[in-house]
Structures are given as C-alpha cells and as structure tokens.
C-alpha cells in the first residue's frame, strides 16, 4: 500500500511539475515575443520600415537589430516591407515543440512549431554528412567564372554554372563537395583569360550529383560566354538551372524531415 501512495504521489508530481514547467515556457515565449514586437514597431517608425535581419548582436548594423529570446528558445522571422501596410511575422520555437507567433497587427498566439531549413555553405572544398532523421537535401552548386581579359581590353569570361536539385539520403550518408574557382586574367597574348573551373558534389567513391560548369576565359579581347548551366546525374529531382553567382557549394536540409 505505501509503495502504491507513493507511486501516485510520484506520478502527480511528475504531471504538476510538466504542467508548471510548460506554462512557464509558454509564458517566457509571449513575453519574448510581445518585446520583440515593440522593438520591431520602434525601428519602423525611426525608418520608415521594419528590419530586414534580427540576428545582429550584440551591435545591431544597419538594416538588422538584435532580438534574443529566452534560453532553449529560436526565432524565425519574415519581414515585407515593400506591401501597404508593411508586415512582419515572428515566430518562436521552443525545444520542446511549442511554438508563439505574432505579427504587425496581432499579439503572441500560439502556433504549431516551424523547423526551419539549415544550410551549410561551402566555399572551399569539404564534406557534409546527413545529420539524424534527415531524409533529404537540397544541393546547389555555382562553377567558377572565366577569366577576363588582359589589362581591361574589354573581353569578359563567361559565367559558371549553375545547378540545383533534391537528393534522397540516409544519416550518416557522406557527400563530398569540390569548389571549383575563377579563371585567372590573361597575360597570353595580353589578353585571353583562362577557364573556370567546375564545382561538383558526389557520393564517396561514386559518381558526380551534380555540377557546375566553369565559364570560358575571354579570348582575343572578345566575351566567348561559357556554359549557363549545370549538369545533373541520375538520383536528384526538382533540377533547375541558369543562375549565376561566385562559385561555391551549398547543402540544404531540414532538421527532422
């Protein structure tokens, strides 16, 4: 009979303290965010929009200012300053899965919880390895600009391409990433520039994923315009291409998904 009292008492403290422990986390959230919407409402007043960035600290720069939110818990955060009225939304997530949002015109509600996308960016050659309970990611791959002309002749190289598209993994999956780079500007002939290089993902001793192609050098002072767009290989959905941007790498992924 006592071991049976206690295992009650047990359990009803267990369901009061998770009670308490979540009204306050509710409670720290709310006022989290009803600070932040105060902040964000000054600055558009002193200029004459909301901020574009929130993640500024601890000097807030021009355009972006410093919002931090009690421990455990994140921001995400939209801004659109180009409608009429102009309109944000912030949301905050707490680990436990709760979730608050409030915007221009409404106070903190809650909400369900956005996971939002990670990306890791790679500017130099690595590897990325599939975090847990990862399922897939979004790769995107820049290739290098050809190179120009010589002492400013007037020929430019051609863009690098550009790839992107959804892969299906597993955790613990490797996938290496090589960056390519722009080409050099002449001095043959005092004015051909060299060719830029690729940027590719693939599996460890497997194939290429995807890739983006170097741009050509300029040649003979003219613009000889490299390849615009990126190759893609078996295994990726939801390719597109035809961008340009300096040559680099980027993996996206959605913790959880």
Known sequence: MVIVVIGILAAVTIVSYS??????IDGSMQSDLAGAATKLKLYQVDNMAYPTLINSCPTPSAGNICLKSSPGNTYSYTVVNTANPQTFSLTETNTNGSAYVVTHN???TA??????????VFNSTGSFTVPANVTSVILEVWGGKGGDCYYDLGGTGGIGGYAKGTLAVVAGNVLNVTVGSDGNT????FCQGTNGTDTY???PAASVL???VGGVGADDCDCDIGPSTGITYAGLTNV????ASPTHAVVTYTPGS
């Open 210 to 212: 995807l890739r983006g």
């Open 106 to 108: 409404s106070s903190p």
């Open 240 to 243: 597109s291409t035809g961008s």
């Open 111 to 120: 909400t369900v919880a956005v996971i939002a996308p990670v990306s890791q």
């Open 201 to 203: 993902i693939n599996r």
């Open 19 to 24: 009670s308490i422990n979540k009204r306050a």
């Open 186 to 189: 002449g001095p043959t002939d």
